[in-house]
């Protein structure tokens, strides 16, 4: 019931960021033709509100659904493509509006005379009406054209969410399989739990899968071409240096890859020891420790994307393993049973001198 009830509200938010896109659209193009829709049809206004109301809709619709910042910006990632058009299309509608805005204020007729004034303050005085009518019509038609490209943006950048995320899934199904009772109860009881090679995820795919890696690369990108090409055609050399200082943030690479250098591939008994098999990087490793040093806890931290999960290992004083919770089989869920399941066989350590 409620994934129908979910499905329902997509499709309707769908079809409605659909509709006002095409309406924002034609409100923008009429403008380069010299027709003002927006003064015809004075209701156009509502478009502006009804952007609003379709990226609150989308928020509205991530709570719903119980989506993590990171699981729910994923789809932009894969594939590249929703994240650059909807880069385009907000620096689109970033330029658009300064440039579209023009002098502000009214056109009006005071004792006689033809003006424009900004807060009550004549600002021109116009020699004749015909001169007045064009930097009237000029002005009201940037003013649609700025909003409308606004809304644009609005109702695109839904759109393009929901289609990215249209028959995408968290997961493969063969990941669940093993339920998290079941890890809890094979540990509790010394047994072995083992992934077979199928579950194994390499370095980088759990880059790709446990962190905001790909789309903080593709972004920033995207930023970067972008800024470097206006600055080199247009010699603007601030842009250029933005691009420059921008780049910065490629060096987050190496700290995701160390975030998800760890992923276990089986945890087994032998007497007091635990014997733990993981990928370690692409290396494969064989970690033994014995109870009287194994120590286990589940650390929980509160990040921009959600909670953070890391099945925290060690042995004496020493961490061996960090197996982070969203890579592969290693959802939270099981991290948590996983920590349920060897904490029964933790022995208390002696007191430090």
Known sequence: MEKKKSSLFRGALLLFSALGLIGAAAVHISTFQGINLQQRFPLVVLLHIGGIVAIGGLVGLSVYEKHEQNEFFDVLVRP?????????????????????IGEGGSYEVKKGKYVRTYRGDIRKTYKDKVQWKKDKKRAELGTARGFSGHSMFFFGAVFIFLIAGRGRKKQPKVYAMLPPETITDLLRQKKTLALPDSELLNWDERLRQGTPWVMLRNVIGVQVVILAAVGAIFQVWIFLFAAAFISINFTNYYFYKKYVKDFIKSISFRGDTCEIELLRGDERDVIEIPFESLRVKVEEVRTKGGMAYTLKIERGEETVVEQRAKVGFWDKERIKAAGQGLIPHVQNMPPKV
Request: aromatic share 24%.
């Open 80 to 100: 590249v493509w929703p994240v650059v058009l909807l880069v385009l299309l907000g620096a689109y509608a970033g330029f658009n509006f300064f440039t579209s």
